[in-house]
């Protein structure tokens, strides 16, 4: 006899799954991670300095011990180290906006199994100029993006590196600018994306005081020219699995135009391993760029490989980072 029979607890789990993402999200909306990382630590507490009902705030508390984002010690609870690291505001690696738009975006995915059937959703979100989609999704997603541009630059030693260029192709946030200049006050860098984007873009890297390095290019980059041997690194994060195989080698031929002699392309994406037999994130992924997209989809290595060749670079490595996303260095 089998004495470790299937149990339905994962099914039941995953089933739920929008549940979770449920209470993450509204719990992000009324900043209830701020509030106890301030301080706060009863359900009462929570509800008078967030404005909810008490009834409320103690089933949200109920629902976030349940799934191991906040601690209950003797009556009082506190926020794990993983929610105070992510999920408080106002720290660089904040997840919290990106909680609240995967919230918003949940009554899509009721369309999944007839886009599975079909093959392609009846519109790209991802092809339009003045998609309101982007200027929801660019700032929440600029925080995963910090830990994996620091990760870059110190491979790349750019702090080191004196009077760079960089071009960043669908930059959004400017969040690669943001830090690279921050770390290379000699560093100079151009984002190409769309114009309301890179409205937002010049607003954030103005912030971080880098404004006067930092210049934007408003199009499509299907279409818009890079230059020609003027940059030495560009940057394609998070853009690959929007786009099919045609226009990825298409693009990254235009980026081998772009840099100069021993310039360097740097990827980031979420990467599925040549057999198809994970990571997990990046595997189920791909079903996100099914509903939101015609070609997308998560790549494998070899198909950056073989693309990143036909486009003219020679040398090409990976680095996996702490997030779901590889990083692909390729000269
Ligand atoms: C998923 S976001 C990635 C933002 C940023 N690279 C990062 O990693 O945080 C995709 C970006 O590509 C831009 N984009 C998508 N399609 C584009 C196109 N055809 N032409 C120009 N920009 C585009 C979007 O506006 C958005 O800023």
């Known amino acids: 006899m089998n004495?470790?029979?299937?149990?339905?607890?994962?099914?039941?789990?995953?089933?739920?799954?929008?549940?979770?993402?449920?209470?993450?999200?509204?719990?992000?909306?009324?900043?209830?991670?701020t509030h106890l990382e301030a301080g706060a630590d009863t359900a009462d507490q929570l509800a008078a300095q967030a404005g909810i009902s008490g009834r409320g705030a103690q089933i949200l508390l109920d629902g976030l011990v349940g799934l191991g984002l906040v601690e209950l010690r003797d009556g009082n609870y506190r926020n794990t180290a993983e929610a105070a690291t992510f999920l408080v505001e106002g720290q660089p690696a904040c997840l919290s906006g990106f909680?609240?738009?995967?919230?918003?975006?949940?009554?899509?995915?009721?369309?999944?199994?007839?886009?599975v059937r079909t093959g392609a959703p009846m519109t790209d979100a991802t092809v339009e100029v003045a998609n309101p989609f982007w200027e929801e999704l660019v700032p929440a997603l600029a925080a995963q993006s910090v830990p994996v541009a620091m990760?870059?630059?110190?491979?790349?030693?750019?702090?080191?590196?004196?009077?760079?260029?960089?071009?960043?192709?669908?930059?959004?946030?400017?969040?690669?600018?943001?830090?690279?200049?921050?770390?290379?006050?000699?560093?100079?860098?151009?984002?190409?994306?769309?114009?309301?984007v890179n409205?937002?873009?010049?607003?954030?890297?103005?912030?971080?005081?880098a404004a006067d390095r930092f210049t934007c290019i408003d199009g499509d980059f299907h279409t818009t020219d890079f230059g020609t041997a003027a940059y030495d690194i560009g940057v394609y994060s998070h853009i690959a699995h929007q786009e099919g195989p045609e226009d990825n080698v298409a693009i990254f031929a235009k980026f081998r135009g772009a840099l100069k002699p021993g310039g360097t392309l740097v990827i980031n994406d979420y990467i599925v391993d040549d057999d198809r037999s994970g990571p997990p994130f990046p595997l189920i992924f791909a079903s996100a760029m099914l509903l939101k997209t015609k070609q997308g989809r998560t790549w494998r290595r070899a198909d950056y490989h073989a693309w990143l060749a036909k486009a003219g670079f020679e040398d090409v490595s990976f680095q996996p980072t702490p997030s779901p996303t590889t990083l692909v260095f390729a000269r």
């Open 199 to 209: 409205a937002i873009a010049r607003r954030l890297v103005a912030e971080r005081g």
């Open 151 to 196: 990760i870059a630059a110190d491979t790349l030693r750019l702090a080191e590196a004196g009077e760079i260029s960089i071009l960043d192709v669908g930059g959004g946030s400017g969040i690669y600018s943001s830090i690279w200049l921050g770390l290379n006050p000699a560093a100079r860098s151009t984002q190409l994306d769309w114009g309301p």
């Open 3 to 33: 004495s470790n029979p299937p149990r339905p607890d994962r099914i039941m789990q995953v089933a739920t799954g929008g549940w979770a993402a449920g209470i993450l999200g509204a719990a992000a909306s009324h900043s209830l991670f």
């Open 99 to 115: 909680t609240k738009l995967k919230l918003a975006e949940i009554g899509q995915w009721v369309t999944l199994p007839d886009v």
